[in-house]
């Protein structure tokens, strides 16, 4: 298995099954494969509404999110659907950024 950490908005708090609201704003997932795909279906399966926000039909990221993988950001351009050869290492954190305006 791949320990990675999942890092939540905090505005989505809510969106989250109350078991794990103590562990924010960081979730940690516990992966048995290390690509895309699988990180899909583990957010998919435990945490069907932030899936909603972020996961599209085809597997890749809703447009207008992004996500930053340690240091490297990633677009809905980049991540199109769930064949998307992105994988990931013991300890990488995954962050999900949300849009936002002002000024």
Known sequence: M???TLDIPEQWDDLLPDKN???LPYISLNLCGIKWVEL????TEKFPKIAERVV???GGLV???AIAINDDIFGSYQ?????TSIS???GDTVSIIIPFAGG
């Open 79 to 83: 991540i199109p659907d769930k064949s």
């Open 21 to 23: 609201k103590d562990q």
């Open 2 to 4: 791949t320990n990675i």
């Open 88 to 90: 990931f290492n013991e």
């Open 56 to 58: 599209s039909a085809s």
């Open 40 to 43: 899909v279906n583990e957010i």
């Open 63 to 65: 447009e207008g999110i």
